[in-house]
């Protein structure tokens, strides 16, 4: 069943510069459960996808629907509480409240959702497990790595239990080691059930994904699936490197 639904979805900007088509009535479903990664250089398309399927903007033509919601039709209120249901965000900067412990931050989405605080405790607890992070809820980022600050910014994702996991070059600022143990992390997420969609220009986290759909010129240009390379293997022959 289709997740996401996208139908001569279009973006067009109006500039001083003149009309910037930056999506052309693409299609486009991606299924409950799936991985998908999206492609493609700079300015081809994918970063304005990413802002539509999000529900951080709105498409000019076309319609859009996500779990069986049309999102072209909502305002920007019900985009909002849509996003905050629906949707958990991870991004190449992490955003974490530098002066606030990782459950804190893990419970900031909730606080829209009107949660009491010992539910948002809860949440952010069994969140920061999940990811790994048990043993880490009462540290500052600054007292955590990059990838555990990635992992943090994931729990707070995951504390709405969204329908839809969005990384927008989520290891960018990250190692190649820790890029694999963030990406290790999201195909275990995927194989619980959780529906994946990386927005990335590396064909390395590509490998990653069970779907890789590419765009140039705010059109889509190849969609195929492929079987995912692990990232628990990679990280094993990353660490076996390392002994040698």
Request: with cysteine.
């Amino acid at each position: 069943m289709a997740l996401i639904e996208a139908r001569e979805l279009s973006r067009v900007y109006s500039l001083d510069a003149g009309r910037v088509v930056a999506l052309d009535r693409i299609d486009l479903d991606i299924d409950a459960g799936d991985m998908v990664a999206i492609m493609g250089p700079s300015g081809s398309g994918k970063s304005t996808l990413m802002n539509l399927i999000g529900c951080l903007d709105k498409p000019t033509g076309g319609a859009y629907r996500l779990d069986g919601v049309m999102v072209d039709r909502l305002d920007a209120n019900g985009l909002a509480k849509l996003r905050n249901q629906k949707i958990g965000f991870v991004f190449q900067q992490f955003n974490l409240l530098p002066r606030a412990d990782a459950a804190t931050n893990a419970e900031l989405p909730m606080l829209y959702a009107g949660l009491d605080r010992k539910a948002r405790r809860k949440r952010a607890l069994d969140a920061l497990a999940r990811v790994g992070l048990a043993d880490r809820w009462h540290h500052r980022p600054m007292q955590l790595s990059g990838g555990q600050q990635q992992r943090v910014a994931i729990a707070r994702a995951l504390v709405n239990d969204p329908r839809l996991l969005l990384a927008d070059e989520p290891t960018g600022a990250l190692d190649s080691k820790t890029a694999l143990d963030i990406l290790a992390l999201f195909q275990r997420l995927n194989r619980e059930g959780m529906t994946v969609v990386i927005v990335t220009h590396d064909p390395e986290v590509a490998r990653h994904a069970r779907r890789v759909v590419r765009f140039r010129d705010g059109r889509i240009i190849s969609d195929q699936r492929q079987e995912p390379a692990r990232a628990e293997e990679g990280l094993k022959e990353l660490q076996a490197e390392a002994a040698a």
